[in-house]
């Protein structure tokens, strides 16, 4: 939801601006939907994976708890004085 090329047909935005892109394992970094393959769980699951094995149900799920725990440790961080 936070893509700024959301729902459009053409990136305007490039990949290499958004802030997602330092959760993205460097092997995918030039990947089109980089973002898709960031790991979610601590099994490496990404949107591109659950989809690939025909598990779209567990996409928002998985992305609700990364989003909570990436949150929180934030946070945690931010506390800390990190």
Same mark, same amino acid.
């Given at each position: 939801? +936070? ?23 460097? =092997?995918?970094?030039? +990947? ?13 699951? +990404? ?7 025909? =598990? ?27």
């Amino acid at each position: 939801m +936070s893509c700024p090329n959301l729902g459009l047909e053409e990136k305007r935005t490039p990949c290499a601006h958004c802030w997602l892109m330092e959760f993205v394992p460097l =092997q995918f970094r030039n +990947s089109n939907d980089p973002c898709r393959f960031i790991p979610l769980n601590e099994r490496g699951d +990404s949107i591109d994976s659950l989809e690939a094995a025909g =598990q779209r149900e567990k996409v928002a799920a998985a992305l609700l708890g990364w989003l909570r725990a990436t949150i929180a440790r934030l946070e945690a961080e931010v506390a800390a004085g990190k």
